[in-house]
Each structure stands twice: as C-alpha cells, then as structure tokens.
T-cell receptor, first 111, second 114 residues
C-alpha cells in the first residue's frame, strides 16, 4: 500500500530565503506526482505535475524534482515571499484512478 | 474559465437529514472524483467516476452515494447524515484517463452535521 510522507510538517522562514519541501513515497511504481498549494479555507491549486518518465519540472520560482528509485520528490521555492505562505501537498498517482496525498507542509514566510 | 465548481460552499445538517453536493467541470475531463479532507487524516477518496456512465468506490465510501449525471456533472449524496461526516468535501477532475491526468480541484464544500 502506497504511503506518502511530507517532512517537515511545518516550516517558518524569513522572506527571501530559498527553501526545500520534501515528499517521500513507499512504492516506486508511480505514474505521476503532483504538488499542490492550499490556502486556508480554500481548495487545492495545482503547482507542478511530474510524469513518471520525467526528473523535474519548473514553473517560475518553483522547481520540483522526482527520484522514483529512492521514492523522493522535492519542491524548491526560490526567494520566498510572504504570499508563498500556505500548505503544500504532494500527491502520488499509482495504478488505476487512486491518488494518495501526503499530510502537507505548512509554510510561513515572515516579512 | 470556471474549472471545477461545487455547490453549496457551506451546509449545516442535523443527524439523519439528507443532502446532495453538486459538482460541475468545464474542462471536458473524463474522470471526476469526490474527496473528503479531515484534520490529521489528509485527503481521502470517497468515490470516483473514470468516465461518463461509470462510478467506483474509493477508500471511504460508506454512507455516500454518487451519480455521474453527464460528462460535466458528478454529485455526492448523503442519505442519512451522521456527525462523522462533518468534513470538507472536494470535487476534482482529471484528463487523459487513468495514468497521466493532472488533478484539478474545486473550492470545497464545508459540511457540519449536528
């Protein structure tokens, strides 16, 4: 059974710092991995999708990497801003239609 | 471009009452999903519809029913609400079938069962 773990559970950094969020999964037979952002009381916004054949994806200040063999993905946020404060979730899609979500990392960027 | 739209956004029910959560997507996606999100439990799949005309159980289907009305719409029904069903419900949709699709979520429906 696939398990997805995100570390740390919470993170507080000063504005301008570069940071890395971690996601690990137990079953390397995945089809894609997706990173989401969730603001309080809101839905999930898709940030990046990495297909199983890809090693990384980039969007603006965000870069996500995928290493299936080690069961790890990282989300790198460059030059963090207070507006980046949110919960970040990773989700792993395996066989079929079921996607397993991590519990998320709550990020607070201090001005 | 509305994406995934859920109604209602908030609802309070008494134990035993029934209600239906509505979801519609305008991205021409084949697959649609209902999740619930609870503190400490993360997001869990209730039901999904791989394509129009099909529905299947997810991880936590007990107490719920679904209907894929057409390609755009996927509803979730609580026949006899229980306090354990107090949660935030999210509808999602994806493209390209089972193995490659990016998930898109609605804003959520916050349900309280008293």
């Amino acid at each position: 059974k696939q398990e997805v773990t995100q570390i740390p559970a919470a993170l507080s950094v000063p504005e301008g710092e570069n940071l890395v969020l971690n996601c690990s999964f137990t079953d390397s037979a995945i089809y894609n991995l997706q990173w989401f952002r969730q603001d309080p009381g809101k839905g999930l916004t898709s940030l990046l999708l990495i297909q199983s054949s890809q090693r990384e994806q980039t969007s603006g200040r965000l870069n996500a990497s995928l290493d299936k063999s080690s069961g790890r993905s990282t989300l790198y946020i460059a030059a963090s801003q207070p507006g980046d404060s949110a919960t970040y979730l990773c989700a792993v899609k395996g066989g079929g239609f079921k996607t397993i979500f991590g519990a998320g990392t709550r990020l607070f960027v201090k001005a | 471009n509305a994406g995934v739209t859920q109604t209602p956004k908030f609802q309070v029910l008494k134990t035993g009452q029934s209600m239906t959560l509505q979801c519609a997507q305008d991205m021409n996606h084949n697959s649609m999903y209902w999740y619930r999100q609870d503190p400490g439990m993360g997001l869990r799949l209730i039901y999904y519809s791989a394509s129009e005309g099909t529905t299947d159980k997810g991880e936590v289907p007990n107490g719920y029913n679904v209907s894929r009305l057409n390609k755009r719409e996927f509803s979730l029904r609580l026949e006899s609400a229980a306090p354990s069903q107090t949660s935030v419900y999210f509808c999602a949709s994806s493209d390209q079938g089972a193995n490659t699709g990016e998930l898109f979520f609605g804003e959520g429906s916050r349900l309280t069962v008293l």
